[in-house]
């Protein structure tokens, strides 16, 4: 399900003291109505709360004297000085409609929104308002409810039966039009850039098994600050934000000291990636105020209001969150919504990042001694930054820049350790306490900020009636009543169960470490066809052992059968990984198998026995190779790693052995031989296809500087590096022939490659790759050993290939000679089509690509594509156009199911 869906489960967290004090009351209009989820803040103890669906709030607090802010979008805020002594405070209140002015002296000269202005400034800002906090604590109670209006029929019946074909209780069973309740109290530590520590004190759940499970971290660390929210949509403060959205300045008021401007959001397309609503900023702060956007996705639409509260001077902070939606896909409907209470505690200013327009020393803390309050010199940067704010009116790239100059500025600010590592750390610990969900009623009622509405009480009395008519049955009686169950359906289901691990697969494991993983008799790729094996069937299974924390060795065998040339084929693959910080690895490889005649990417197997025996089409060449191959893989560190292999390989040259096909029997099938210039009739016969016995020896060495990486279970794994990753390899093979004169040949082939990935904007990607080598002694090349293209020519293809042609012939490419290859791909959300109706509302992205190839003998090959990806969410469509030394030739579609 998409994310927004899973986010929408999401219910979370409290404060952790009781007190006898209670401050209640109800939220409501000036005609009386409730204003649900209106938010209550009290100053002094930088605590929040929510109202719930009816305005009523409810706050326990210590004796003292208060200023309380009561608030709600659309709404004048009211504030009151309350004092709270023992017993329970009721106190109702009315919230005025609040009304925006444009003031005459707002309407640009220019004729432009003036909400453009704002945004700019804003947008320019949000950088330093995502880093300005160095640390806080926080007690968070959030409260959410699901309530499900539809399940379709075939996944009512699938809930019902569990993995083993068992029904499930009435207990642990979804039903349609219940409310289930899901509330939780934790703490908070934050420390800046990026490290979360959560604390689950209690969990409250009326859903089924484990749905006190859910975490509320991707919500709390999800912020409009960003560019992406959630890897949901786009963030109207992204830098990129006018690319996407429309703002209008619907006016201004004044709250307290603070001038703040309404603007609307309009995205430009109707898209599932953009957000539509109402943003609040605060003006001269450049910062939130508060929010209300829309989201609507495959999965439903999204609501998301957002209210922030100035929780230290100039530090504003959300203090609550109201996510409500409503969920509608392939047939399933619910409705789903939270609400938070939130209090921070310890909230610190990251000093190291200098505020625009403040000198150093106002933005020191009192806690912090005087030796830290010595004013830093103001970098170049933050001079360029102070100039662009000084502007009455901002450009466009004005905008961009202060965001990149804030960006810098913030990881400047970033300590040492963490700027200067190379390490991607988890920066979240969860930790549940034990007792976490075995809180009775009573400390629920202590502790809850938002009340409960009337069906989540409901939900919770369901619940424990359940649980307390479960505890109170009899053991024995429940286990006659299990063993009364009938044993044939029992027995049935153990033996469908049995059949099912045959049929498609299974893995079996044990506490040691070891793992049996059986591929099934029924995978589709266990049987394919072609014209040299005719139908080949087989099956693999793969063996492996986890040795103490550092060691793993695997070994896979795989066994086939060739019916048409009544062959046995086979093949075993096994290595061995060893060390932490530095792995490295063992692999040994051998058997007998039918191998494609090129190496570097040809038709894939199941597409072939398609074309074969429906189209009469065998693209695919093969060869029967008998090989041992052994290597050596190491890290020497987090940029480099060298490869290592040598191997003996005895080559047959096959012919075709069946015509068979299911239509179009009297056409004849091409022979066993690749299309290629090199093996034409009158081409030189050193490079023809021939019996021999081939060695060789291969190294490889990998080096991407500054290369970040994760740490897993003690072992690096890359994480990407700003820097492209380069590639050299060579390789000397040696070819026996059957002619006593010239019975050994040598040849060396050399290559050299770069290749980048990276995402210059929401949701885009652009990638290149550029390739060069050729051969030192060329003479005696069989086509075995050319250097191979990766050329996909038929218009339906079944993998995701990066860096492919698609518009020569299979095989024809390929070449003993000197070459280049270069290939460009840039992915946007928005290029052409996507901006028409009925398409801007989709996942789809667009892509523009461009390959070309080069070599002495077929001279330069450019290719230029236009595709739309992410169709249906799996497929990508495209046209590409084929030139031939820059003369157009030919041009093709292509329609790629993205299935690996």
Request: overall charge neutral.
């Amino acid at each position: 399900m998409n994310r927004a869906a899973i986010l929408s489960l999401l219910i979370i967290l409290n404060s952790g003291i009781s007190f006898s004090q209670v401050l209640k009351g109800r939220i409501t209009t000036e005609s009386g109505d409730p204003i649900p989820y209106s938010t209550v803040f009290i100053q002094e103890l930088k605590q929040g709360t929510t109202a719930n669906t009816k305005g009523d709030y409810e706050i326990k607090l210590p004796q003292g004297k208060y200023f309380v802010t009561y608030q709600s979008l659309g709404y004048t805020p009211v504030f009151y000085d309350l004092r709270v002594q023992e017993g329970t405070i009721t106190k109702n209140v009315v919230l005025p409609v609040q009304y925006y002015e444009i003031p005459e002296v707002r309407i640009s000269a220019t004729g432009e929104d003036p909400a453009y202005n704002i945004m700019r400034k804003a947008i320019g800002m949000a950088p330093y308002h995502l880093n300005q906090i160095n640390s806080y604590k926080a007690e968070v109670y959030i409260k959410g409810n699901l309530v499900i209006n539809r399940i379709p029929r075939i996944i009512k019946r699938s809930i019902k039966m569990d993995s083993d074909g068992d029904a499930i209780t009435e207990a642990a069973s979804i039903k349609e039009g219940e409310v289930y309740l899901l509330e939780s109290f934790n703490e908070i530590e934050f420390t800046a850039p990026a490290t979360y520590r959560q604390r689950v004190i209690s969990v409250n759940s009326t859903f089924p098994d484990q749905g006190d499970n859910i975490s509320p971290m991707d919500i709390i660390q999800a912020s409009f600050y960003q560019p992406v929210i959630a890897d949901l949509a786009i963030s109207p403060l992204s830098s990129q934000a006018f690319s996407y959205y429309r703002f209008k300045y619907l006016g201004a008021t004044l709250q307290g000291n603070n001038t703040v401007s309404k603007i609307q959001v309009i995205p430009r397309m109707k898209s599932q990636q953009l957000f539509e609503g109402i943003i609040y900023i605060i003006e001269d702060l450049w910062c939130l105020h508060s929010l209300d956007l829309t989201n609507e996705n495959m999965a439903g639409k999204l609501n998301i209001e957002q209210i922030y509260i100035p929780v230290q001077k100039e530090i504003w902070m959300p203090v609550s969150l109201k996510f409500e939606m409503n969920i509608g896909i392939l047939g399933f409907s619910a409705d789903a919504g939270y609400g938070t209470s939130v209090k921070y505690s310890e909230v610190t200013l990251n000093t190291a990042l200098r505020k625009p327009g403040t000198d150093a020393l106002s933005q020191v803390p009192v806690s912090v001694p005087s030796a830290a309050a010595t004013e830093s010199p103001v970098s170049k940067n933050q001079q360029k930054i102070e100039k662009i704010l000084e502007k009455d009116e901002l450009t466009n790239r004005d905008m961009i820049l202060m965001s990149r100059l804030m960006n810098r500025e913030s990881e400047k600010a970033l300590p040492d350790g963490v700027r200067n590592s190379r390490e991607i750390t988890d920066n979240t610990t969860h930790i549940i306490e034990k007792d976490a969900n075995k809180k009775d009623s009573a400390y629920w009622a202590a502790i809850r900020p938002i009340p409960l509405s009337e069906q989540e009480i409901r939900s919770i009395r369901i619940r424990d009636s359940i649980k307390n008519d479960l505890a109170g049955r009899d053991v024995i009686e429940v286990r006659q009543d299990t063993s009364a169950l009938s044993p044939k359906k029992k027995g049935k289901s153990k033996f469908a169960g049995s059949l099912k691990k045959l049929t498609t697969g299974h893995t079996w494991s044990d506490t040691t470490g070891l793992r049996f993983t059986f591929g099934g008799i029924a995978d589709p790729e266990n049987l394919r066809f072609n014209t040299v094996d005719g139908f080949a069937y087989g099956f693999d299974f793969r063996l492996s052992k986890q040795i103490k924390r550092s060691g793993y060795w695997w070994i896979a065998p795989e066994i086939d059968y060739a019916f048409s040339r009544e062959r046995i084929m086979w093949r075993i693959n096994s290595g061995y990984s060893f060390g932490k910080t530095n792995p490295a690895s063992l692999f040994l490889r051998t058997g007998v198998m039918s191998s494609d005649i090129a190496s570097g990417g040809s038709i894939n197997t199941f597409l072939n026995s398609m074309t074969s025996l429906l189209l009469k089409k065998n693209y695919l060449k093969l060869y029967e190779s008998q090989y041992i191959t052994g290597g050596f893989r190491k890290n020497f560190s987090n940029s480099l790693r060298l490869e290592l292999s040598a191997g003996y390989e005895n080559r047959k040259v096959l012919e075709n052995t069946t015509g068979f096909s299911f239509f179009r029997k009297s056409e004849e099938y091409t022979v066993n031989l690749p299309d290629n210039p090199y093996l034409d009739g009158d081409a030189d016969p050193l490079n023809a296809l021939r019996d021999q016995d081939h060695y060789e020896f291969t190294a490889g060495i990998t080096f991407t500087p500054d290369q970040k990486y994760r740490m897993n279970n003690g072992r690096r794994i890359p994480a990407g590096s700003e820097w492209p990753e380069f590639r050299f390899s060579w390789k000397h093979g040696i070819n026996e022939y059957k002619m006593p004169s010239e019975r050994y040949r040598h040849f060396d082939m050399i290559r050299l490659e770069a290749s980048k990935k990276y995402e210059p904007g929401a949701f885009s990607e652009f990638r290149w790759r550029v390739r060069t080598g050729g051969f030192l002694n060329n003479t005696y090349i069989p086509f075995f050993d050319f250097f191979h293209f990766n050329v996909q020519s038929f218009p339906v293809l079944l993998n995701d290939y990066e860096d492919a042609f698609f518009l020569p012939a299979y095989y024809s490419l390929s070449t003993p000679r000197l070459f280049g290859e270069a290939h460009i791909k840039y992915t946007t959300p928005y290029l052409l089509l996507k901006y028409l109706p009925g398409l801007s509302n989709t996942l789809m992205r667009e892509n523009l690509s461009i390959s070309w190839v080069g070599t002495r003998k077929n001279s330069s090959w450019f290719e230029a594509g236009y595709s739309i990806s992410e169709l249906f969410l799996v497929g990508e469509a495209g046209i590409f156009a084929g030139f031939d030394n820059l003369t157009f030739r030919c041009a093709g579609f292509r329609f790629i199911f993205k299935l690996n």
